[in-house]
């Protein structure tokens, strides 16, 4: 017997077997095979000794998830000198507590932390096809979408009063300092520019006055945001947001980055340029998923140690 169009049903089995494979590997071993990642960026004055930063980002924390937490929990081991933290930590408005738990031993550490759209709003069900054709149509968050409608609000003040009280600044459009054992890192953070939170013009002015370096931070990293930041002459900026593309190509990369950014620059260290001004970008790949889309393929789940060293 063969299969309608001349398709044999040999073929469509294999093809069905291969896809189901497929799908038991992205859901059941890759999108819980953590990796961290270690990036070397040379941004400090000359003479400075090197400094170690954790980001992490992109957590989308379900509740039971118990391996991403344990292994969030583990990172303290690092030792890190300071955390960013480029938000969308929750994907479950009931996980909460468990996102603090996964933090905990990290909150330890100075840090530092904005948030993203899942920190504020549930995830919705989505056909992961719209993401291609939003690229197509230059549509990316609020940016030419309509504005989200019924949407589940997050419990995220709990989680920011925590994250205030262990000392990590908030960066919600704002500025922050630490002081690390003699040297002074200033932060320019944004909230979240894919729901249009963002508002540079309330922190614009550039890198601080007798800071040992200016980081800019933002979790999604929209070009207007990365324009902001480099023109003002920002040497650092750090982001999350496009979970690496998510559903890679081997080989080849990811198809989107659920925001203008390129899909060259869709994780890890680049560079991004306006006039004669450039800066780092690091994005992170972050280390979840929307809970509706619990899958990543030739994309594993991450968190980076970032040695900040000297420039050259």
Known sequence: ???????????????????????????????????????????????????????????????????????LQSLAGLRPDFVVNTGDNLSDPDAVPEVLDALGPLME????????SNDYYGPKLRNPARYLLE??????????????????????????????????????????RLKLEGMELAFTGLDDPHIKRDRYAEVQGGPETGADLSI?????????????????????????????????IPFYGALVTNCDLDTDRVKGLSTHTVGDQ????????????????????????????LTLAPKA
């Open 1 to 71: 017997m063969r299969a309608r169009y001349g398709v044999p049903l040999k073929v469509t089995a294999v093809g069905a077997a291969v896809g189901a494979a497929g799908l038991a590997y992205a859901a059941g071993f890759e999108a819980r095979s953590f990796r961290l990642r270690r990036v070397t960026v040379p941004v400090l004055p000359h003479g400075a000794r090197p400094l170690r930063v954790l980001q992490v980002s992109d957590i989308h924390m379900v509740c039971g998830q118990r391996k991403k937490r344990a292994w």
């Open 216 to 248: 800019g931070v933002v979790h999604a990293p929209y070009l207007r945001s990365l324009d902001a930041f480099t023109a003002d002459g920002y040497p650092l900026i750090l982001a999350g947001h496009t979970h690496g593309g998510q559903l890679c």
């Open 109 to 116: 550490f100075p840090g530092v932390y904005v948030f993203g």
């Open 135 to 176: 690229k197509v149509q230059g549509k990316h968050g609020l940016n030419g979408n309509a504005p989200a409608v019924g949407v589940v609000h997050n419990p995220w003040e709990p989680m920011r009063d925590a994250f205030d009280e262990a000392g990590w600044l908030d960066l919600s459009n704002t500025r922050g």
């Open 278 to 305: 450039r800066a780092y970008l690091h994005v992170s790949a972050g280390c979840g998923t929307n809970r509706y889309t619990p899958v990543r393929f030739a994309c594993p789940p991450e968190a980076t140690l």
